[in-house]
């Protein structure tokens, strides 16, 4: 969902985070994630690494930017577009 649609009292589904369509939620429900909740305290390089162990092939590092968007928007933050995570996660974790 577009992140300036998403209001949080109304976040039930994976479709309903920010930045997470149909494909997004069909990999993290691959995962194991299959509610939003269930992202809270979630380190999302684990959970990029674990989709891509699971895929067995490297994933688009942009799925790791979308893993921080919606750990984050559920530990608190306000929603934001994936693309604000790039250049942090270029940052904090290189090439992944």
Same mark, same amino acid.
């Given at each position: 969902?577009?992140?300036?649609? *998403?209001?949080?009292?109304?976040?039930?589904? &994976?479709?309903?985070?920010?930045? *997470?369509?149909?494909?997004?939620?069909?990999?993290?429900? @691959?995962?194991?994630?299959?509610?939003?909740?269930?992202?809270?305290?979630?380190?999302? &390089?684990? &959970?990029?690494?674990?989709?891509?162990?699971?895929?067995?092939?490297?994933?688009?590092?942009? *799925? &790791?930017?979308? @893993?921080?968007?919606?750990?984050? @928007?559920?530990?608190?933050?306000?929603?934001?577009?994936?693309?604000?995570?790039?250049?942090?996660?270029?940052?904090?974790?290189?090439?992944?």
């Amino acid at each position: 969902m577009s992140p300036a649609k *998403v209001k949080r009292a109304r976040v039930h589904r &994976l479709t309903d985070l920010p930045n *997470v369509g149909p494909a997004t939620a069909m990999d993290l429900e @691959f995962i194991g994630i299959s509610a939003p909740k269930q992202l809270s305290g979630k380190d999302p &390089l684990k &959970l990029y690494r674990r989709l891509c162990s699971k895929r067995g092939a490297r994933q688009d590092p942009c *799925v &790791l930017d979308v @893993f921080i968007s919606i750990t984050r @928007f559920m530990s608190g933050d306000e929603p934001r577009p994936w693309w604000t995570y790039t250049e942090e996660r270029k940052r904090r974790y290189g090439p992944v």
